[in-house]
């Protein structure tokens, strides 16, 4: 087959990784972006596998009854949210069905309980967005290129920030060079600017207030009250705040956390600006004293990876009963979980959240207990 040869597709499933799915003619399973379930389609292949191609969408021939009209004036072109054109109802059913799958591919049991909490603000939800320039064209890279797609309004991003975009123009007009602004509102409404910083210059942030407290409130909720409470990868401190009032000690553990408790924290919040690896093996020596304890950890997206063997095995160690894994990336947050198994912890109950609305990320959490 060559790269310009072009085949109509009938789209018959949509994929948790966001692409429509149908076959090739020769049978091969074809991921085309863009599209759902009903979609007749011309597409041309970007790459191809023995098993499976990913298509480019050339043409909608026919259009499925599930589509809705996108919002946003760049969608297909920005890089950002590529399920607009699905209803939320499509959206959110599509990521439970990919959690519950991939229960299944890493042959964890169902737990009896699984919670769903889906999104109620489902536009106008990011407190932060990171955008790129040159001059007075603003906007977001096209996905997996360099190429800036130039927007008027985000139409995920938080009205703040929208009305922020003039400015940012307006100081970047005379600027010859390509920039980089993060834009982020806080809990007063008023908008932060980071210029040409790295990537999260302004620290991490889960980037939907609300259902942030969906899932703060539901993580408080699902622990019981125990003497010591390990908040790993605990960031500043967005759930170590809420625990604090039914811990008797929350300890808060993040490369990024702060130096010092800030001014207003409960005073039995403790903050370790360190790895979690480092910093568990130093209290695992110390803290053997029989005590209560419960853990939350909220890794990043590659999850616990190479030191999930040992942090699990302190954890162990330490007699922590009762645990929380967060992962806003389902397969490492299942890969993780498996190892809590073999650990001797049974998985009570997951609560599946939607801080990402037009697109297909979703965040998992996961109650075990030590049995
Ligand atoms: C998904 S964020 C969670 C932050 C926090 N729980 C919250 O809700 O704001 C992951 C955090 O892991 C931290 N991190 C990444 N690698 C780490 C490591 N090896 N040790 C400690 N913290 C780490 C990052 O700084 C980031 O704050």
Known sequence: MTRDETFEVQIDDLSRGGAGVGRLPDGRVAFVPFTVSGDRVKIKLLSEKKQYVQGQLLEILKPSGHRTEAKCSVFGRCGGCEWQHIPYALQWETKVKGVLHVLGRFKLSKPPVVEEVPAERIWDYRNRIQLR?????LG???????ELVAIERCEIARPE???????IRKQAKSNPNAYKVELEVNSKGKVQKSWNQGHGALGFRQ????????????????LPPR????????????????????MGQVLC????????????????????????LNWILKS?????????RAAVLDPPREGLAKDADEIFSALEAMKVQDLILVGCEVDPWARDALKLLEKGYHLK???????FPQTHHVEVAGVFVRA
């Open 133 to 137: 320039g040159q001059g007075e064209d």
């Open 140 to 146: 977001f890279f096209q996905k997996a290129s360099r």
């Open 161 to 167: 920030l929208n009305q922020a975009l003039p400015e």
């Open 207 to 222: 980037i939907h207030d609300e259902q942030n407290e969906n899932l703060r409130n539901w993580i408080v909720g699902n």
């Open 227 to 246: 003497e010591e409470c390990l908040d790993l990868y605990g960031g500043g401190g967005n759930f170590s705040v809420p625990l604090a009032a039914k």
């Open 253 to 276: 553990v993040d490369l990024s956390s702060p130096r010092i408790r800030p001014k207003g924290m409960p005073a039995n919040i403790s903050f370790h600006r360190q790895s979690v």
């Open 284 to 292: 695992k020596e110390k803290s053997l004293e029989n005590i209560l």
């Open 349 to 355: 109950k997951i609560g599946i959240f939607d801080l």
